[in-house]
């Protein structure tokens, strides 16, 4: 996929109705996410997120998107691959501005080069009691990333074709912070799998990105 094809998804996906639960509950881990009341009450004391989803060309001109692995630490998400993105500040204007502060902090790109293409539907995440807001954006180039050490292992470039592809998706087992070898919904792109919350906003993003073909 081309420039000239980022181009014309970016004109056409904001005018896209938003999939929502229809397209999160699908990769939604059924032992922890897996009905429509548990992703809809959001508790008072839910902390406020932000993640972006960066679409920019390879060095091929192919589109991509990024993903991160997370630092091992004690907590919920050690490890686990994610969007960029965290906790929203008090200094923050709004949940974009959070999404952008944050993707600088952990991997290191400029938000003057970044362009907002549309938000996504909110997800809500039990384990760690995060109330989450996506967004898909693109850049120009790819960025120069800079993994920020104490919590990003590495960065992950993944072609949105991966994304986009019939076998994308497939099951299989993981241990979690709520259960041990449960077999859920994922993304596999190469050697990583992709599960919980963030293959749940993937799966919007995927739809939204099908229509918009």
Partial sequence: MSLDYLAQLTSKIGE???????????????????????????????????????????????????????TTYDGKHSGQISFPGGKREDGDRDFWATALRESQEEVGVDPATIQLITDLSTTYIPPSNFYVYPFIAYTDKRPDFIAEEGEVDHVIEVPLTDLLGENAIQDGSITASYASKVVVPMFVFGEYRVWGATAMILSEAREMIHLAK
């Fill in 16 to 70: 896209i109705p938003k999939p929502g639960l229809t397209a999160q509950l699908k990769m939604a881990p059924p032992q922890r996410f897996g009905t429509k009341d548990t992703l809809l009450e959001v508790p008072k004391n839910a902390k406020k997120a932000a993640v972006l989803m960066l679409l920019y060309p390879d060095r091929n001109s192919r589109i991509n998107f990024c993903l991160i692995q997370r």
